[in-house]
């Protein structure tokens, strides 16, 4: 995946290895610092929170994954059907919100299932986390990164 340049120059980005039995983390982007959301040690990972401890105003935090699930099909009815990168994709919007969004400040959250062209991958996923007071800008310009994803091949 290849997001061509249209990150906004307050974002930054960072990966570390998340990862379970069905899902992989690609990569993080925020406005705020991004920070390892995993307690690691010699024999074990626990991923036990948010990769930011807090959203400032206008704050955004997005993360990119594949997803893996055994009978997985895409439902294109599960919010507003759209495309990235020329793949079939749907956006689903929530708020007000609970859970891990909420905890950082959240007020919108953003959730992009793509249907994934790879055979080992059901879908790729986007979740973005918006903090207000400008959240339909913020969406804007999440909607515009989707717009410049190009896909690559993954090595």
Known sequence: M???????????????????SFSHV?????????????????????????????LEPDGVLVDWSRQAFPGWTFDATKGRLTT???RQ??????????????EIGGERELVVTIDDA??????????????????????AQVEAMLAS???TQLP
Do not use: H, K, Y
């Open 84 to 86: 990235v990168g020329g």
């Open 149 to 151: 994803v190009a896909w």
């Open 26 to 54: 690609l990569v993080f982007l925020s406005t705020a610092p991004l920070s390892d959301p995993c307690d690691r040690t010699a024999s074990s990972i626990a991923c036990v929170r948010n990769p930011v401890t807090a």
């Open 118 to 139: 790879t055979p080992d991958m059901n879908w790729t996923g986007m979740r973005a986390c918006l903090r207000g007071p400008s959240l339909d800008d913020l969406q």
């Open 2 to 20: 290849w997001l061509d340049g249209c990150l906004p120059g307050t974002w930054g980005d960072a990966s570390f290895d998340v990862e379970s």
């Open 89 to 102: 994709a749907t956006l689903e919007q929530s708020g007000p919100l609970e859970g891990p969004c909420q």
